[in-house]
């Protein structure tokens, strides 16, 4: 079965540091989506992209963030001069279409700002 | 803005009794999803509904859709270890998911 895979499984940065969280969607879904989950705490949209641009971000996701589609498989969340605050587990998701498709979760990356 | 409220945020039960979780949106939606996040992974979708009053069954949970399309709940019936874990809700609005604060499931030893 088709799935979202992640890489690192887990990143250590220094705040300040700059990171990029790789996805890779599965391969026929149109849109992507960055999700943040601090420990133990809720499930927070960051953004959706489609059609190689962004098509809704949230509150948090400010000029910090950045996304991309660099090539045609992976789909990359930057974030710049991290803060402890960015300590979270990042999810990658993906679907076929918007709103009443479901979404596919990768696994997630664990990022730790020291 | 939108919101999707979940309650509670705990449930702590014994094996077998049931569990429930609601949600309530501020606004009407036009579906709802509902997705399991075992300990230490990350969500997995489990159903959607989208029509008002709907009711889908899959296997001990049932999942409900309100009339007026702004409440959905969740019950397990009988619950078992494999039922632990987070559930979310997350309604779709203007295209959007809005996702609930999750309501996690405790099997008491």
């Known amino acids: 079965e088709p799935e979202v895979t992640q890489t690192p499984s887990h990143q250590v940065t220094q705040m300040g540091q700059e990171v990029i969280l790789r996805c890779v969607p599965i391969?026929?879904?149109?849109?992507f989506y960055w999700y943040r989950q601090i420990l133990g705490q809720k499930v927070e949209f960051l953004v959706s992209?489609?059609?190689?641009?962004?098509?809704?971000k949230s509150e948090i996701f400010d000029d910090q963030f950045s996304v991309e589609r660099p090539d045609g498989s992976n789909f990359t969340l930057k974030i710049r001069s991290t803060k402890l605050e960015d300590s979270a587990m990042y999810f990658c998701?993906?679907?076929?279409?918007?709103?009443?498709?479901?979404?596919?979760f990768g696994p997630g990356t664990r990022l730790t700002v020291t | 803005g939108q919101q999707v409220m979940q309650i509670p945020q705990y449930q702590h039960v014994q094996e077998g009794e049931d569990f429930t979780t609601y949600c309530n949106s501020s606004?009407?939606?036009?579906?709802i999803q509902w997705y399991k996040q075992r300990p230490g992974g990350h969500p997995v979708f489990l159903i959607q509904?989208?029509?008002s009053g709907e009711v889908k069954k899959q296997k001990r949970l049932t999942f409900q859709f309100g009339e007026a399309k702004k409440n959905s709940s969740l019950h397990i019936t009988a619950t078992q270890t494999t039922d632990v874990g987070t559930y979310f809700c997350?309604?779709?609005?203007?295209?959007?998911?809005?996702w609930g604060a999750g309501t996690k499931l405790i099997i008491k030893p």
């Open positions: 998701a993906s679907s076929t279409g918007q709103g009443i498709y479901e979404q596919y």
């Open positions: 997350a309604g779709c609005s203007n295209y959007q998911l809005i």
């Open positions: 391969s026929n879904h149109l849109y």
């Open positions: 606004t009407t939606l036009s579906n």
């Open positions: 509904l989208v029509k």
């Open positions: 992209f489609y059609n190689n641009e962004i098509s809704e």
